[in-house]
């Protein structure tokens, strides 16, 4: 289990970490949310013990990192992938991770198996390329068996291949009952991989709970019908005070009608004699919700005719 307990980190006047509480609890996928900027990073830092919260702390377990006897036995972490000497072969890099920690030789090249990297196992990692740094740097996660992985953005850089294996992988290591904590900013691809998520903005927690009711809180829930009576329907429903807009696409007009579920509208219907073609309830995509969510607290913004990226907000330094 890992728990922040309101952490505070400030760099000078920016406050990257403001009073921040969450717990990541065993056996799931926990996503970490956040627009760019939000503070995932630095709270995964500080979480290892890389950086000092200026106020608060994590708990790995109970314990500070920095207690830890063994550190990469009870939490491997993947943060940065270029963080290796270049001048060493992949396999020099894990025995040199491993000794540090008491960890035995042989687990060296099960974790070199596990991330496909036993082929280049004796080449030079300054030129592996981000996709094969973050198989070490996954393989260096791993090497510990510990009960706890962190990884900071874990798909950067990977191929679709690579990316479904990583979703794979963090499926497996939450069921076999391990702490799984990722960040992303592929908000499709987290909602494919966590089940539980903390959204953070401008460094303050927005939501800590599962992927569903996140997408649930933040959805408008809809319902989309069409069929051959859309002016009857409209007047019928409109009497129940449902909210109705009109909505077309290449399969015709639609309405969506908001307030009343799928189930009612089509009894409805047909008690009426008003023939349907659809009636499918529109769930909101975790992208949707979180905009919605996050929206006040987005760092970096493009403007609207799609140039640089402009600081829209201060960071929190107030
Ligand atoms: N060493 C540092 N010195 C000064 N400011 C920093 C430092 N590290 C981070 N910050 C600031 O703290 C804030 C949070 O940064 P952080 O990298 O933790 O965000 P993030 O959510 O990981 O963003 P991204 O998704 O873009 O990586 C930002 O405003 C950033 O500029």
Redesign the pocket.
């Known amino acids: 289990m890992i728990e922040a307990i309101g952490l505070t ?1 400030r ?2 006047n ?1 406050v ?2 403001r009073n921040l509480s969450f717990t990541v609890k065993p056996g799931k996928v926990t996503g970490f949310l ?10 995964m ?1 500080m979480a290892l013990g890389l950086d000092n919260p200026t106020s608060g702390e994590v708990r790995i377990d109970g314990e500070k990192y920095r207690d830890l006897k063994y550190p990469l036995r009870k939490i491997g972490a993947l943060v940065d992938p270029k963080w290796v000497h270049p001048n060493r072969s992949a396999r020099a890099h894990l025995a040199w991770m491993a000794r540090s920690n008491g960890i035995p030789g042989r687990r060296i090249d099960e974790v070199l198996d596990t991330v496909g990297l036993n082929s280049v196992a004796g080449k030079n990692v300054g030129g592996f390329s981000l996709g094969m740094s973050q198989r070490l740097g996954i393989a260096g996660a791993l090497l510990g068996d510990p009960e706890i992985l962190m990884f ?2 874990p798909v950067n850089g990977l191929d679709p291949e690579g990316i479904l294996w990583i979703r794979t992988l963090m499926h497996r290591l939450a069921d076999e009952g391990r702490t799984v904590f990722v ?1 992303s ?1 592929l908000l499709s691809e987290m909602a494919l991989t966590a089940t539980e998520l903390v959204v ?1 903005g401008r ?1 303050e927690l927005i939501s800590q709970c599962s992927t569903t009711e996140f997408v649930a809180r933040a959805s408008d829930n809809s319902v989309r019908v069409r069929g051959p009576h859309l002016p009857q329907l409209r007047r019928l429903l409109a009497g129940t005070g449902a909210r109705i807009d009109d909505f077309s696409d290449d399969a015709g007009a639609a309405l969506i009608v908001s307030g009343m579920d799928s189930e009612r509208i089509g009894e409805a219907a047909a008690a009426n004699g008003l023939v349907l073609h659809e009636l499918s309830p529109q769930r909101g995509s975790l992208e949707q919700a979180f905009m919605q969510l996050t929206g006040d607290s987005v ?1 970096y913004q493009s403007d609207l005719d799609g140039n640089a990226p402009d600081r829209v907000l201060a ?1 929190g330094n107030n």
């Not at 956040?34 to 709270?43: C, L, V």
């Open positions: 980190k760099y000078g920016t990257a970490v956040g627009p760019n900027g939000a503070g995932k990073s630095t709270t830092r900071d953005e960040s900013h953070i460094g760092q960071t």
